[in-house]
């Protein structure tokens, strides 16, 4: 097994070079408007003044990190959940829809590979309209879903788990097509020696074998659910979540804001992808798979 410092290593590579990057285009985005300012106040900038004025400008198109780490501790930890300037107040409420359109999008998935996996003609007729149905700008769903189900009187939740619901059973559910698949010949022969149904098939050999597909694909759902449910907001003029902060931000020119709710969005899935990595950990291990 590779060791802590040959997994984060390369990590902590590529976070470094992004910092510096960043740190280097704060001052080429922030340099217009700093210079401006001077040249409207009679005032020459040494270069390091103009770095430094950079860094803190109030209202930066590129704001640098410590703009954006200081506005993230301000509403995280020195801000009441309960508040609406709360960061977590928001990351609540789209991880509730997240979670919920993941749970339902999921499920569907699974339930229709097996049933791909099993009829010849849903292989036929689902599979073509499964991939068709991707090439759909989301964009261009939500608002129409939101608006339709508006008119029938059902708002809060449930539209915006719909949109993640739509975004996070494909994947699901082509990857589990292929981990149904995935047994070869001989396996499948070896269960009809046994005198094996279609259904002991699939609990004894179909799934298991299709685990590792199941928790790839539920990995990448998962991010993608949490996409769909910020997308959701920000057609609707929610007032709460994370798509509903990067609106306000962008109406009123705060671009801390912003790229804080960005951050945090970021945070939000790497905790649901680790979190699906440690119950895939533990669920092989119970199966008898190897490191």
């Not at 390091?48 to 506005?71: G, I």
């Not at 509403?75 to 928001?90: A, D, G, M, P």
């Amino acid at each position: 097994m590779p060791s802590m410092r040959e997994r984060f290593l390369p990590i902590a590579t590529v976070v470094v070079v992004i910092l510096a990057l960043w740190c280097v285009f704060v001052v080429v985005m922030n340099r217009q408007f700093v210079e401006d300012q001077a040249r409207r106040s009679n005032q020459t900038l040494t270069f390091s003044e103009l770095v430094e004025q950079t860094y803190h400008s109030k209202r930066p198109v590129l704001p640098a990190p410590q703009q954006v780490a200081t506005e993230m501790w301000k509403t995280v930890f020195q801000t009441k959940i309960t508040s609406k300037r709360s960061l977590v107040y928001h990351a609540w409420v789209t991880l509730s829809s997240t979670l919920v359109g993941f749970a339902i999008g999921a499920s569907f998935g699974v339930l229709l590979a097996i049933a791909i996996v099993h009829n010849r003609t849903m292989d036929r007729s689902m599979m073509p309209w499964i991939i068709a149905s991707q090439t759909i700008p989301i964009i261009a769903v939500a608002p129409m879903l939101i608006v339709v189900l508006n008119a029938i009187n059902i708002t809060g939740l449930l539209p915006k788990a719909l949109i993640s619901t739509y975004l996070s059973f494909f994947p699901v559910a082509v990857g589990m097509v292929q981990g149904l698949r995935s047994p070869d010949q001989l396996q499948m022969d070896l269960m009809h020696t046994y005198n094996a149904n279609q259904r002991q098939i699939l609990w004894k050999l179909r799934l298991p074998a299709a685990m590792p597909y199941l928790f790839t694909s539920l990995k990448i759902a998962v991010a993608i659910s949490l996409v769909g449910a910020i997308i959701a907001e920000l057609p609707t003029g929610a007032v709460a979540g994370l798509g509903a902060r990067l609106l306000s931000g962008s109406y009123y020119g705060q671009t801390v804001q912003i790229w804080a709710a960005l951050f945090m969005a970021a945070i939000l899935a790497s905790v649901l992808v680790a979190a699906i990595s440690v119950t895939q950990t533990i669920v092989l291990k119970r199966m008898g798979a190897r490191p």
